[in-house]
């Protein structure tokens, strides 16, 4: 079994800065692209940032130049750097994983989320 565990959220002020933090745990042999979601209130769920297993970065048009994803694989951990929030980063944030696990073949996991409130 894998577990994803998110770590970071909080209240911060319009202009803050947050890190979150997602370690994955269990019977891994291999992560490939690892990354983060968010859904807001009354929103659909909404993708935010990728990375992969080689260090390539993707991101949302909506947190381009403000979020920074990143990964340390030794610990199979992925990051997400969210700078300059605004009231509209509000969500709960969920980070999601390609995994491959000794038992089970390869899927796709998730988190179970960690909220963030831009507010002030």
């Known amino acids: 079994q894998v577990q994803l565990v998110e770590s970071g959220g909080g209240l911060v002020q319009p202009g803050g800065s947050l890190r979150l933090s997602c370690a994955a745990s269990?019977?891994?042999?291999?992560?490939?692209?690892m990354g983060w979601h968010r859904q807001g209130p009354g929103k659909q769920r909404e993708w935010v940032a990728l990375?992969?297993?080689?260090?390539?970065?993707n991101y949302a048009d909506s947190v381009k130049g403000r979020f920074t994803i990143s990964r340390d694989n030794a610990k199979n951990t992925v990051y997400l750097q969210m700078n300059s929030l605004t009231p509209e980063d509000t969500a709960v944030y969920y980070c999601?994983?390609?995994?491959?696990?000794?038992?089970?073949?390869?899927?796709?996991?998730w988190g179970q989320g960690t909220q963030v409130t831009v507010s002030s």
């Open positions: 999601n994983a390609d995994i491959a696990t000794m038992f089970s073949g390869r899927f796709g996991h």
């Open positions: 269990g019977s891994i042999v291999s992560i490939y692209a």
């Open positions: 990375i992969t297993n080689g260090g390539s970065t």
